[in-house]
């Protein structure tokens, strides 16, 4: 009788341990399940008479990856587009052998006007930009000129999150500008590029960081900080398929204070909305880091040791668990 007391308590410990470990395992360690994201919706707005001249364009002129795709801000003077194109190192007769297109005061209303108040956005367009394909690996490089408030690397973290890949591109303003409206007229160019279409979804996915890294830089007056801790918190949200807004709070902050950085209630706020966006996104943290290479190269400088300490910290709840378990086992017999 007592061996059979003795066998059934040994198999209801097992049956115990058995149900927590699965618990354990299927609740914190999501990123061992299948991942069950589909891919972001396209847009199906129809082709308008001027996209459909840029694309016969385009097939007159050969291959698209092999040419260059410039977008002139629409309400340029003759002056002013002389002197963008000189800072995007072109001429007039360069121009001939690009695709050229026209981004409107209305294209930049379109996208910005969520995020930006109108009288900063302003009435006219003259972001301009200049698109090439660069060698397969390189990633996206940015250059810019008299823009005041997007920073090259601010560029390159929001383009990588709408999908480009391994593109020169030069960003430039007749005189100090935002900028903010170039970001829309590089995707715009990147599609005819690439003949791939992306979806309104993405670009303003993309905007949305964009902006919400040009605030922070200016709430925190350092412009490598605030692209530092969102290029970081990105990369935490896509790795570990994060989508809830309490995990990505909780990331946000843990990641401030790694960097030693106190945001304002806003801040955390935009950002949480920033990321909810990104994480609905089926992006690939490998590509990230290969487009984004001088973002993430910075990053592992600063040897933030996040993951690492929720990992170690999860471990030994889990060794607290089991010898929980055991210590009770024990006293049974």
Known sequence: ?????????????????????????????????????????HSTEDITEADEDVLDDAEQKGSNLDTTIVTLGADLTDEQRATVLSLLDLTEVDLEDCIVLEITNDDEHEYLDEYLAADVIGKRALSSIRLDKAEEGTGIEVTTNNINYCTEAMYVSALATAGLKDAEVKVAGPFSISGTAALVGTIKAYEVLTGEEISAEVIDTATDELVTTGKLSEELGDAAKATELI???????????????????????????????????ESVDNIVGA???????????????????????????????????????FLSKITEFFQKIFKAIKGWF
Not at 31 to 40: M, P, Q, V, W, Y
């Open 1 to 41: 009788m007592k061996k059979t007391r003795i066998c059934k308590r040994i198999f209801a410990a097992m049956a115990c341990i058995s149900m927590a470990a699965s618990l354990i395992f299927s609740h914190s360690i999501p990123a061992l399940a299948e991942d069950t994201k589909t891919d972001a919706p």
């Open 231 to 265: 290029g970081f918190v990105k990369n935490e949200v896509v790795a570990g398929d994060v989508e809830s807004e309490e995990d990505i709070r909780r990331i946000i902050e843990d990641a401030a204070k790694e960097m030693d950085i106190t945001l304002s209630d």
């Open 275 to 313: 990321m909810k966006k990104i994480s609905k996104l089926d992006l690939d943290v490998d590509s990230l880091k290969k487009q984004a290479k001088g973002l993430y190269d910075k990053l592992k400088q600063l040897d933030i040791n996040f993951d690492s300490e929720k990992a170690q910290g």
